[in-house]
């Protein structure tokens, strides 16, 4: 118990007797340099008085080397941007690497690394070469010969045969990928909190799968990173096993699901409504997640939104009508511009048509619009083509009916409202602040369309011509549209279509809801709200009750890892800065604020995790890239033979996640093949 009148231990006033300011313990958790001397009752700088003694100067050059009892906040940060402070740490790295030097030069590491044969390294950067240029493993006993023919010294040494073995191909994946594979970790490892993005892909042999990447930050260098996992087997089951499997999974790739702040769960997913409520399962493991989904894939966006059998049967029927119409097109292309059209269409999607599999063309604009403008010309082809084509006769067929040409309309008016928000997600410095406006939009338009008919739509109903039926008995009537009459088409299936479409676009309203929940928007736009400059206010007058309500919104949504009142006292300065910085992006402000050696990290620990956090987060063209290539990559055959997921594994590891050859370390790869481990 302190007697009456005494100050505690460790507290002492500064020199200012009408403000009566006490030393925080707690500040020497937030700057790792400071000290206090309880016997002169003084705080200190340790790193400018180390660089004091070793440089040996006469006197010190601030107050913090001797010591001070000005017990303020701000002192602290007006020291750590001081430039004395900064040629103190200057002094002392320096200092350090001289020392270290020293100790090498003096004693010598008890083990010498073996050097390793150039023609093993030459075989595994022939190995990782093939992966990352999709050549296929057979390929490489006839690329080692190649490379024996054009005199590579390396392959050309008497005591290198053998080596290579056919077979051999698969363990050198796997020695290379567990080199990869441990690099990963330890980057997952250092990043204070990670992205994690859940994809559903098909491979070559129709097994469905989950693919699974992460997104980090380094603290040393404050640039991000995308890093593709692994893959799951999906059986063909319930619904649940999705989200079962893939909480499993984060266990066994070693996530650490403390640091899961983010879920993008596979927003271009062939399957996406299996995907579902994913969040909820994966947050009882991960307490920080907000999920954060996106629409960046052009050939699989979430449209299938129909939610009885009959509507999803239409949709399916639909996209079946134009997928065989497509495979079509590559057979009779050259008879028929518009069926080139619908090739070029083919290619852009890079559709095999050689192998089944879905593709939703239901959600390819251009392809929708290339039917619609050609359509009388592709029936007219079509119908020449029907006594030599059966499968022609059966497509004329289908374009005839009503509800193909209605949908069509009905698509030609929705997918333009999803344009502006695939685009967003394909942009380079992708501006957060716009996200939640455009996906208002996006929700308010589609809930426009439902009750109002679209302008395709409205435009086909009124150019549809009726004349009474006066052959057939009990027909009220025939509908004719550009001179073509339309099956299975009357008054009764126009009112059955028009409330199809209601149906089809509120499905769809509301899994754009269930992609993009309000919470999750309010967290992103004000995460850029806080750290882009260019949404700040144009006159610094104006700064002063700026950005309140989004600060407190995340100072609450991750109350667990800041302190509060430290953010809301450190964010008027905070805000003066940023104004200072408008030049600066979104990225570039936050890589600052999380690079652990600059000012900012310093100056505001704060703003430094609520950076991390959104520099974390799985948008943009990198990680769409990855995406798009796992895809392509587990379509192809050249690895379907392989029995084991593991020869998978391997070669998605080295084509996704290996850096340029110059930098993987293949002598450790050596090491790793040869030992069999």
Known sequence: MVPPGK??????????????????ERWKEEFGWLEFDHKQRTMFCTECRQALVRNKHGKAENAFTVGTDNFQRH????????????????????????????????????LVKVEVHPAKVAALTTVYWMVKEDVPDEKCASLLELQKFNLCQALLSSDCEGYYQPGSVQAMQSAIAKVLDAEDKLRMKSSPFIGLVVDEAVDA??????????????????????????????PDSEDWTVADRTTKALLTFGLPTKKVVWLNSGGSSPLTHRLSGIGTKVKATCPLLTEVHCLSHHWSSPLRGAKDVSEAECVQ???AV??????????????????????????????????PGAVHWSSILPAVEAVDSSWPTLLFHLESKSERSPIALGICEE???????????????????????????????????????????????LQLQKNVNGQNFQVFLSDLIERPCEDHKGVESRFFYKGVELADCSKTHVKKFEHFKKTYLEGLRCHLQDRFPTRSLEVVSSLSAIFNPKCYPQSLAEIGSYGMDELNLLLQAYSSLVVRERALDDFPLFKRIVFGLRQQSYKDLCAKLVYENSEMHQFFPDFAILATVALVMPFGPGLREKINRARKLLRQRWWSHRKEDHGLFSVMKIALNG???????????????????
């Open 317 to 319: 029927k639909y996209e």
């Open 322 to 355: 134009m997928d065989a119409l497509c495979r079509l097109s590559v057979h009779f292309a050259a008879e028929n511009s518009h069926l080139r059209e619908l090739q070029n269409v083919l290619q852009l999607c890079e559709r095999d048509t050689e192998r």
């Open 205 to 234: 042999l129709e097994r469905k799968r989950l693919v699974l990447f992460s997104t980090a930050v380094s603290l040393h260098a404050g640039q991000t990173s995308v890093t593709f996992l692994g893959t799951v087997p999906l």
């Open 659 to 677: 850096p340029v050859l110059k930098e993987f370390d293949f002598p450790l790869a050596v090491e790793y093949y040869e030992s069999g481990t």
């Open 75 to 110: 002192a602290l940060l007006r020291h750590v941007t001081s430039g004395a402070h900064r040629q103190a740490l200057a002094v002392n790295r320096e200092q350090m690497a001289s020392e270290a030097e020293a100790q090498c030069r003096q004693e010598p590491g008890p």
């Open 399 to 445: 374009l005839k009916k009503f509800y193909f040409v209605a949908f069509t309309k009905v698509l030609l008016d929705t997918l333009p409202v999803f344009q502006t928000l695939n685009r967003f997600f394909l942009l380079e410095d992708t501006d957060l602040s716009i996200l939640k406006p455009i996906v208002s939009a996006t929700i308010v338009n």
């Open 7 to 24: 100050k505690p231990a460790g507290e002492t006033s500064n020199s200012n007797k009408k403000c009566r300011r006490y030393f925080n």
